[in-house]
């Protein structure tokens, strides 16, 4: 199995709970927080963890959030690599309303990295096994442009190190223009800004756009979330698109890293198009099973995966 290290440059601490209702001014009665990581890279390592594999999650932890993050992490036993900060790690807050179900995400900004903190990162990464895959996982806080992603990502190929990239906007973009990929997953909007077309308004265009991608060199795969539709997966010479199974949603958060890790866990396994996807969609809902800002539990996935096994899912050529 190829060795799997995230990298996860904007982590978090963060608490959930509960309170009645949401409204101003007045003292909302919460009951008591959980507190869990937080954090794109993060959580691919937990879910990967969680579905009975192993990943190094290495990311910047600083002051008592970043010590408590640290030692959450240990306790799920996922294997760390940290730089220590000057700023502290960021704490997020995820609060669910009992009376109307809603739930709200109070996402803090990433601590911001001075340019010593993210060089000793970027010597952690090119320190990790010749032949590894790399997760690089969420948005870039402050202090780190998208060029110093772009030369990170031009020094990975030459320790043969394969790399994911999951974020959005700017870095996403910035990390397409490199090229050289392994697997990028973004979402309809994500893909509509990279191509410069409303495939929002042209289902039959997101196809197309995805393998452009593919196309172009820049990434071997391109998984496109679809939400309720499921995702859309392009290879060099297959695409498939995967419906995920019918199942009541309680929350969301989670899903897109879940899905993630699952699929990079199949990649450091040499499965195939289908294979890297159907696991993928049967973690992203098997975390919407949850409450919260917990991830896929390996007994959900396991019964979602071989649900959608049982689909006749065709495997199309290009």
Same mark, same amino acid.
């Given at each position: 199995?190829?060795?799997?290290?995230?990298?996860?440059?904007?982590?978090?601490?963060?608490?959930?709970?509960?309170?009645?209702?949401?409204?101003?001014?007045?003292?909302?009665?919460?009951?008591?927080?959980?507190?869990?990581?937080?954090?794109?890279?993060?959580?691919?390592?937990?879910?990967? &963890?969680?579905?009975? +594999?192993?990943?190094?999650?290495?990311?910047?932890?600083?002051? =008592?959030?970043?010590?408590? *993050?640290? @030692? !959450?992490?240990?306790?799920?036993?996922?294997?760390?690599?940290?730089?220590?900060?000057?700023?502290?790690?960021?704490?997020?807050?995820?609060?669910?309303?009992?009376?109307?179900?809603?739930?709200?995400?109070?996402?803090?900004?990433?601590?911001?990295?001075?340019?010593?903190?993210?060089?000793?990162?970027?010597?952690?990464?090119?320190?990790?096994?010749?032949?590894?895959?790399?997760?690089?996982?969420?948005?870039?806080?402050?202090?780190?442009?998208?060029?110093?992603?772009?030369?990170?990502?031009?020094?990975?190929?030459?320790?043969?190190?394969?790399?994911?990239?999951?974020?959005?906007?700017? &870095?996403?973009?910035? +990390?397409?223009?490199?090229?050289?990929?392994?697997?990028?997953? =973004?979402?309809?909007?994500? *893909?509509? @800004? !990279?191509?410069?077309?409303?495939?929002?308004?042209?289902?039959?265009?997101?196809?197309?756009?995805?393998?452009?991608?593919?196309?172009?060199?820049?990434?071997?795969?391109?998984?496109?979330?679809?939400?309720?539709?499921?995702?859309?997966?392009?290879?060099?010479?297959?695409?498939?698109?995967?419906?995920?199974?019918?199942?009541?949603?309680?929350?969301?958060?989670?899903?897109?890293?879940?899905?993630?890790?699952?699929?990079?866990?199949?990649?450091?396994?040499?499965?195939?198009?289908?294979?890297?996807?159907?696991?993928?969609?049967?973690?992203?809902?098997?975390?919407?099973?949850?409450?919260?800002?917990?991830?896929?539990?390996?007994?959900?996935?396991?019964?979602?995966?071989?649900?959608?096994?049982?689909?006749?899912?065709?495997?199309?050529?290009?």
């Amino acid at each position: 199995m190829t060795p799997i290290f995230t990298l996860t440059l904007a982590p978090s601490l963060d608490s959930s709970t509960t309170t009645a209702k949401l409204y101003p001014d007045g003292k909302l009665r919460c009951s008591e927080p959980v507190y869990e990581p937080g954090g794109g890279g993060i959580n691919v390592a937990r879910a990967i &963890a969680h579905l009975g +594999g192993e990943a190094n999650a290495i990311f910047p932890a600083g002051g =008592p959030t970043g010590q408590h *993050l640290a @030692e !959450l992490l240990e306790q799920e036993q996922v294997a760390i690599q940290t730089v220590t900060t000057q700023a502290w790690t960021r704490q997020n807050m995820h609060v669910h309303t009992e009376i109307t179900g809603e739930q709200y995400r109070f996402v803090m900004p990433g601590a911001k990295l001075t340019p010593q903190e993210f060089d000793r990162l970027r010597e952690c990464v090119l320190g990790i096994p010749e032949g590894s895959i790399l997760v690089i996982s969420g948005s870039l806080p402050e202090g780190v442009t998208t060029e110093e992603l772009q030369i990170l990502l031009r020094q990975a190929p030459n320790k043969h190190i394969q790399c994911v990239l999951d974020s959005s906007g700017r &870095a996403l973009m910035a +990390g397409l223009e490199v090229g050289n990929l392994l697997l990028v997953k =973004p979402n309809q909007k994500e *893909l509509s @800004e !990279l191509s410069g077309k409303d495939l929002l308004a042209e289902p039959s265009a997101v196809l197309e756009a995805a393998q452009s991608i593919v196309a172009a060199g820049k990434s071997k795969y391109v998984v496109v979330s679809l939400g309720a539709q499921g995702a859309l997966a392009v290879g060099q010479y297959h695409w498939v698109q995967v419906v995920p199974p019918p199942v009541k949603m309680k929350s969301t958060v989670g899903a897109g890293d879940s899905m993630v890790g699952a699929m990079v866990l199949k990649l450091s396994q040499q499965a195939d198009l289908l294979d890297i996807v159907r696991y993928g969609v049967a973690a992203g809902s098997a975390a919407t099973l949850n409450k919260g800002t917990r991830l896929c539990q390996q007994n959900d996935v396991n019964a979602l995966y071989g649900y959608l096994c049982q689909q006749q899912t065709p495997l199309n050529d290009l």
